[in-house]
């Protein structure tokens, strides 16, 4: 179980580790929900497609949507979102309490989807960016994540500009190019308004460490999944 300190004084939340599979056990399930303080049909989990839409969670029965990043307000549910090297990005707001769970791989990021999940709670709740505190989970890290050029000419392709592609990818002689996942999130939510000491990142590379979490680039297919969890703070 990792936490970040300074989320955790505006949001209760946690990210598991690989103590849990979390594939199709529901007494894990069950586990995580009683860490959580809900009941288990109050985990608000997404349908998750590499996409960047944003969808607001409530207490109404909850059909699985697909999308990578939910919003509420809603202090009886938790909101939960998977990974296995995908960044799992948490963010809170310190004056309304409201907050976001975002599941960023490689593709989202390319989308934008924090800043979508950060205009997302300023459009619903009327969030202002300078009360935004963001957690950047445990995910693989740039010295991990080596991608094929088609994955920067996508990123190429989706607007982003030279200079920061050459800042997100790595591009060390005779190697394929690495991203770091967690620069272009946090570069992308402080092009959205986020000040730099408002987001904290774990810092901790899944593959590296892939003893202690579930890694899809260590273990392929079998790899279990991690869940960030994070329920609203008080107002
Ligand atoms: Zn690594």
Redesign the pocket.
């Known amino acids: 179980m990792v936490r970040c300190t300074a989320l955790q004084a505006i949001a209760p939340h946690f990210y598991t580790a690989a103590t849990l599979d979390l594939r199709d056990d529901p007494d894990e399930w069950q586990s995580v929900a009683t860490f959580a303080g809900v009941d288990a049909d109050r985990l608000r989990l997404l349908h998750q497609v590499h996409g960047r839409t944003v969808v607001t969670a409530t207490g109404k029965p909850w059909i699985l949507p697909e999308a990578d990043a939910v919003i509420t307000d809603d202090a009886d549910v938790a909101l939960v979102v998977r990974v296995a090297d995908c960044a799992p990005i948490l963010i809170a707001d310190r004056r309304l309490g409201v907050i976001s769970a975002v599941h960023a791989g490689w593709r989202s990021t390319m989308l934008r989807i924090a800043p979508a999940a950060v205009a997302a709670l300023a459009g619903t709740y009327g969030s202002r960016v300078e009360d935004l505190l963001v957690a950047i989970g445990p995910s693989?890290?740039a010295?991990?994540a080596e991608m094929g050029e088609e994955v920067v000419e996508a990123f190429r392709a989706a607007g982003h500009d030279a200079p920061a592609l050459q800042r997100w990818f790595s591009r060390e002689t005779g190697k394929r190019p690495h991203l770091d996942l967690w620069r272009a999130n946090r570069e992308q939510l402080e092009d959205a308004g986020i000040a730099g000491g408002s987001i904290y990142l774990a810092g901790l590379?899944t593959?590296?460490h892939h003893d202690v979490f579930h890694s899809y680039r260590a273990a392929g297919q079998a790899a279990g999944r991690m869940a960030a969890v994070i329920r609203t703070g008080a107002r």
Do not use: D
């Open positions: 693989i890290g010295c991990c590379c593959r590296t």
